[in-house]
């Protein structure tokens, strides 16, 4: 299973999610989609086939958590 099909299964969580909570995880789904490329080539490292996937959420969020730090740091926020 690689990363299109993990998104498909953690979509479902949305389900139990109030409507404001819906709308900001399908926007940390579509950060991660970004990296599907590079997820997709990490499927074998393990058995895990949610793997990729919360590796590309993370990788996401870090890379906007950086982004912001330096705004924030070289005074541009």
């Known amino acids: 299973m690689g990363l299109p099909e993990a998104v498909k299964l953690a979509e479902r969580f949305t389900e139990f999610l109030e409507d404001d909570d819906k709308k900001v995880f399908e926007e940390m789904l579509k950060d991660a989609q970004v990296f599907t490329p590079q997820a997709n080539k990490i499927v074998h490292v393990s058995a895990r086939t949610e793997f990729p996937l919360v590796f590309a959420i993370l990788f996401a969020h870090h ?15």
């Open 63 to 77: 890379r906007k958590l950086t982004r912001v730090e330096k705004e924030v740091i070289l005074g541009k926020g």
